[in-house]
């Protein structure tokens, strides 16, 4: 083996990847809580809509779930502009892309978990009196979100990771800072293995915590 | 024109009740009047349209013709007269006059035994936590649950559940209780607790319109008995009557032999 590794040059520009490592997790929590908006909103529409809504909803769902990430990236930062007079950082587009990107994951999620709640349950909430909203915020979402937790875990770890996509338009997040490293440095087993590294633990202590919350939430209904 | 009341009105009148399902014709002109206070009890072969008759009374099947009217107010429709659906919060108001209790529970999984009792309190009734926490104390004391009221509905039995159910619906102060088949679900062993508590609210004088198969239970505990057969009322009675042995009524009394058969 001619190779030796050295790590002194990764670790002299570890700030970069510091900094990567933070706006990825900026990048995901972002888009993920305006995705999550987006999901209840559509899903909740969904189930109580007309076909047309249906319809209209299940296309942008399939549209979404059946491009590549990478292009819906290009799409809105380089092809946008050029139609629409808007102008916008690739961090703002990014941002954009990938709420609309897990909006349509999360509206699968959650439209089945709201499909899951049992008919008898729903039904016990109108005998009691309960207006359709009140069953809805207190009957359907909470059993929904019991429902769709270990789902929901997966969805967002595997959104995290989906931020190093930004990287192909220059937002400097962990990947784009591994890139950076490994062009002026030309180290890239070594910041390679960093980074990987760094994706793994981040993705482990995310995994954890949501477990945690899952449990608490179990504990706690 | 206005159509003077009558002298002792029912408080659930069903007249002339009619639904289908795709061609299949559930409910024939069924028509039944219960006063305030009796324990009608609904008994018939399975299809017979029993559980359907009692979801339309609180609305949670609509039906295509006829009017179900708890103390002169029709319960799904507004009250011009021209069939037109009431709207969803006039819905809710209406089937807060009436109590249901499942054959499957139904309770809100996420929510403790007190949880369930208070939810509609609050929501409902406009009750404040403290007066809603006392209210379902008091129910579940009067089912035998008091130690149970913070526990989850998984952590109950069977039996507990339902009696939590029980209590969810009481606890409204419904004017009428509709019980449906609530102990077809539960082991042979846990039924006993359940009816206990369905007695003593007949005692107390809360209407009632249960569907059962506990002939038994239907014998003792109810002032009226209607034998419903192909979505139609097929005889209607004091228990002694329909359920003794004199009836004229074939259907009826092939339904008793093979019901005694299967169950003593």
Redesign the interface.
């Known amino acids: 083996m001619g190779y030796t590794l050295n790590f002194n040059l990764i670790w002299r520009h570890f700030e970069k990847l510091w900094g990567g490592l933070l706006l990825s997790l900026e990048l995901a929590v972002i888009s993920i809580a305006i995705g999550i908006v987006i999901g209840l909103l559509l899903a909740v529409w969904y189930v109580s809509a007309g076909r047309l809504v249906r319809t209209a909803i299940a296309a942008y769902v399939e549209f979404i779930r059946n491009v590549p990430l990478i292009l819906l990236v290009y799409l809105v930062f380089y092809g946008l502009p050029t139609v629409v007079d808007i102008a916008y950082s690739a961090q703002t587009s990014f941002i954009a892309t990938l709420s609309l990107y897990s909006g349509a994951y999360l509206v699968e999620v959650f439209r089945s978990g709201l499909e899951a709640v049992?008919r008898?349950?729903l039904?016990?909430?109108?005998?009691?009196?309960?207006?359709?909203w009140?069953r809805l915020l207190?009957?359907r979402l909470?059993?929904m979100l019991?429902i769709t937790l270990p789902a929901l875990s997966n969805t967002f770890l595997s959104l995290f990771k989906d931020t190093s996509v930004a990287s192909v338009i220059s937002v400097p997040e962990l990947t784009y800072g591994a890139q950076w490293i490994n062009f002026n440095t030309f180290r890239i087993v070594e910041v390679y293995l960093v980074v990987t590294a760094m994706y793994l633990l981040t993705g482990y202590a995310l995994l954890y915590a949501l477990r945690l919350v899952e449990r608490r939430f179990r504990a706690a209904? | 024109m206005s159509i003077p009341p009558p002298a002792n009105p029912a408080l659930l009148d069903i007249s002339d009740v009619s639904k289908s399902f795709g061609t299949v014709e559930v409910l024939r002109s069924v028509s039944l009047q219960v006063t305030r206070g009796e324990v009608v009890t609904v008994i018939g072969p399975s299809g017979s349209g029993k559980t359907t008759l009692l979801r339309c009374v609180?609305f949670?099947e609509s039906y295509d013709s006829g009017s179900i009217r708890i103390d002169g107010k029709e319960v799904g429709f507004r009250d011009t007269g021209t069939r037109q659906r009431r709207s969803?919060?006039d819905l809710?108001?209406m089937?807060?006059?009436?109590?249901?209790v499942?054959q499957?529970f139904?309770?809100?999984?996420?929510?403790t035994a007190a949880g369930n009792i208070m939810?509609?309190l609050r929501?409902?009734r406009g009750k404040s936590s403290t007066e809603a926490r006392a209210i379902a104390e008091h129910w579940l004391g009067r089912v035998g649950l008091a130690h149970k009221a913070d526990s989850?509905p998984a952590e109950l039995s069977g039996g507990q559940q339902q009696r939590v159910g029980i209590a969810?619906?009481v606890a409204?102060e419904p004017k009428i209780l509709l019980l449906d088949e609530i102990t077809s679900a539960l082991d042979p062993e846990l039924v006993g607790e359940v009816l206990e508590v369905v007695r003593s609210l007949a005692e107390d004088g809360m209407t009632m319109v249960m569907v059962t198969h506990e002939m038994a239970f239907a014998r003792d505990a109810s002032s009226r008995i209607i034998f419903m057969a192909d979505g139609g009322v097929s005889a209607a009675g004091p228990p002694a009557e329909i359920l003794g042995t004199e009836i004229d009524n074939e259907r009826l009394r092939s339904f008793l032999a093979r019901f005694r058969a299967s169950h003593f």
């Not at chain 1, 039904?123 to 359709?132: C, N, Q, R, V």
């Open positions: 049992p008898g349950q039904d016990a909430g109108k005998a009691i009196g309960l207006t359709p009140q207190h009957v909470p059993t019991r209904h | 609180n949670l969803e919060r809710a108001k089937r807060a006059e009436t109590g249901m499942f499957s139904n309770l809100f999984p996420h929510l939810l509609g929501k409902v989850l969810r619906a409204m």
